[in-house]
Nanobody, 121 residues
């Protein structure tokens, strides 16, 4: 099995910063990509940012210029540095990873349990 454990959420004032971390562990042969999604109350889960094992990144328009995603391949860990936070960034942030558990390289998506980010105005 594969486990994703997020950390770093919390309460911050508008304009502040937070850094989220997500470590993947368990039966991992290869990780193709890792990413961050978020879900605000009464809204659908949406992509925030994703990074491939090769370092290619993709951001939601709302995250561009304020958030930075990075990945430590050796530690199977992805980070999300969030700056200039706004109240509309308030949501539960979920980590996601595309993981192959053997050299067959069939990738499956795994999710973390989520971490709450609250930005006060």
């Amino acid at each position: 099995q594969v486990q994703l454990v997020e950390s770093g959420g919390g309460l911050v004032q508008a304009g502040g910063s937070l850094r989220l971390s997500c470590a993947a562990s368990g039966s991992i042969f290869s990780i193709n990509a890792m990413g961050w999604y978020r879900q605000a109350p009464a809204k659908q889960r949406e992509l925030v940012a994703v990074i491939s094992s090769g370092g290619s990144t993709n951001y939601a328009d709302s995250a561009k210029g304020r958030f930075t995603i990075s990945m430590d391949n050796a530690k199977n860990t992805v980070y999300l540095q969030m700056n200039s936070l706004k109240p509309e960034d308030t949501a539960v942030y979920y980590c996601n990873a595309d993981v192959a558990r053997s050299r067959v390289l069939t990738f499956y998506k795994y999710w973390g349990q989520g971490t709450q980010v609250t930005v006060s105005s």
